[in-house]
């Protein structure tokens, strides 16, 4: 069955810093793999997806993330993060092989809280 | 562009009595649409989803139910809501044959 980790429910950060948010995953089949960020009181808004292709996916305001198939993760970084990061993200997956019905396996969410 | 209405934006109940949450969207046709609810701050738990109008599937047994009388509208409603129905509920859609799911602006349920 798959399933979802992240690891770190919270991660303290200052401003101008590196940060890393780490996802892991478990599936039996190929999969697909979303980060999604959540602003306090707001909709989930998609930050980043890989589908296919390149395993090194960018997200327009800075973030990346890497998918390791042998390692079942897709971490998410940053080299220098802005106190306007600081948001809920979630990790999700789903199956490519699902049909019609697609549904998303989320993580619990990590809160990223950048300090000045 | 794809958009997501939900309606109410916020709205406080007392324990016992109805619910009505509205999500309607433009932009994409014969979309999949979900509902999560979201609590205490954390979590996302799927409560229904539909891929086509009248087409219901309930993840989680519970006092609240769905429907989907058109093609771009999703409607989550309860017949006596309980404390433990309070959140931040979500709606969400997935069209064109990926994965991607968009979400709303969501509504906040407070049950009192």
């Known amino acids: 069955a798959q399933s979802v980790t992240q690891l770190d429910s919270q991660v303290p950060v200052f401003e101008e810093a590196p940060v890393e948010l780490r996802c892991n995953y478990s599936?039996?089949?190929?999969?697909?793999l979303f980060w999604y960020v959540q602003y306090p009181n707001q909709g989930l808004q998609l930050l980043l997806k890989?589908?296919?292709?390149s395993t090194l996916v960018k997200s327009i305001n800075g973030f990346e993330a890497e998918f390791n198939k042998s390692q079942t993760s897709f971490h998410l970084r940053k080299p220098s993060v802005h106190i306007s990061d600081t948001a809920e993200y979630f990790c999700?997956?789903?199956?490519?092989?699902?049909?019609?019905?697609?549904?998303?396996?989320w993580g619990l969410g990590t809160s990223l809280a950048v300090n000045p | 562009s794809q958009t997501i209405h939900q309606w109410p934006a916020t709205l406080v109940q007392p324990v016992g009595s109805p619910l009505s949450l509205e999500c309607t969207v433009e932009g994409t046709s014969n979309p999949n649409l979900y509902w999560y609810r979201q609590a205490a701050g954390r979590g996302l738990q799927l409560l229904f989803y539909?891929?086509?109008?009248?087409?219901i599937s309930s993840e989680v047994p519970q006092n609240l139910s769905a429907s989907r009388p058109q093609d771009r509208q999703f409607i989550l409603s309860s017949k006596k809501l309980l404390l433990s129905d309070s959140g931040f509920y979500l709606c969400a859609l997935q069209s064109g044959g990926a994965n991607t799911q968009y979400f709303g602006p969501g509504t906040r349920l407070t049950v009192l």
């Open positions: 999700a997956v789903s199956e490519n092989n699902a049909g019609n019905n697609r549904k998303l396996i």
């Open positions: 539909s891929v086509g109008i009248g087409q």
């Open positions: 599936s039996s089949v190929s999969v697909y």
């Open positions: 890989y589908l296919s292709g």
